[in-house]
T-cell receptor
Framework: GENVEQHPSTLSVQEGDSAVIKCTYS??????FPWYKQELGKRPQLIID?????GEKKDQRIAVTLNKTAKHFSLHITETQPEDSAVYFC???????????FGKGTRLSVIA | EADIYQTPRYLVIGTGKKITLECSQT?????MYWYQQDPGMELHLIHY???????EKGDLSSESTVSRIRTEHFPLTLESARPSHTSQYLC??????????FGEGSWLTVV
């Protein structure tokens, strides 16, 4: 089955700097890669996703890149702000009958 | 408003008690899931369902059971609660694709 590895487990950046979180997956059949943000005490919420027919997707300050050959995808947050502080989860699936497989999460702290 | 509703949100119960966590979604999604998560930690899939009368166990060994008699309703039952069951339980649903939408969670404390 699918296995998703996520790094780093914790990340601290200065406000205004960029943050990058990386994930690798094992199943070449996976073709859907979402990212979730979970603020303290709240539910995980989808912030961006990418499908295997696209190499990069941007939404304002966040972007996701996908390298299918290397089986890895990354979340990039530019001009970080204190409200970006949260736990971020990557996930992968084949969009079929198998549930999303999540990484173990990255705790991002943005220091003002 | 379309959403995923979980009740109770917070519950403290004694060891050995039976508890059912309710989950309902108003979006007509076929797929529903239960995750267990300690605060800010890994999401563990414990049960999922892809339609009425269909349920599957997830990756995390669990002493809970689920049922899916109606599309919108996916309750989780613990027959005999133990302190090790203390955690947050997140219900989620998704349409035919795999984008998952989470409920606000049920925080369970077993004393």
């Amino acid at each position: 089955g699918e296995n998703v590895e996520q790094h780093p487990s914790t990340l601290s950046v200065q406000e205004g700097d960029s943050a990058v979180i990386k994930c690798t997956y094992s199943d070449s059949a996976s073709n859907y890669f979402p990212w979730y943000k979970q603020e303290l005490g709240k539910r995980p919420q989808l912030i961006i996703d990418i499908r295997s027919n696209v190499g990069e997707k941007k939404d304002q300050r966040i972007a996701v890149t996908l390298n299918k050959t290397a089986k890895h995808f990354s979340l990039h947050i530019t001009e970080t702000q204190p409200e970006d502080s949260a736990v971020y989860f990557c996930a992968a699936s084949d969009s079929g009958n198998t549930p999303l497989v999540f990484g173990k999460g990255t705790r991002l702290s943005v220091i003002a | 408003e379309a959403d995923i509703y979980q009740t109770p949100r917070y519950l403290v119960i004694g060891t050995g008690k039976k508890i059912t966590l309710e989950c309902s979604q108003t979006m007509g999604h076929d797929k529903m899931y239960w995750y267990q998560q300690d605060p800010g930690m890994e999401l563990h899939l414990i049960h999922y369902s892809y339609g009425v009368n269909s349920t599957e166990k997830g990756d995390l060994s669990s002493e809970s059971t689920v049922s899916r008699i109606r599309t919108e309703h996916f309750p989780l039952t613990l027959e005999s609660a133990r302190p090790s069951h203390t955690s947050q339980y997140l219900c989620a649903s998704s349409p035919r694709g795999n984008t998952i939408y989470f409920g606000e969670g049920s925080w369970l404390t077993v004393v």
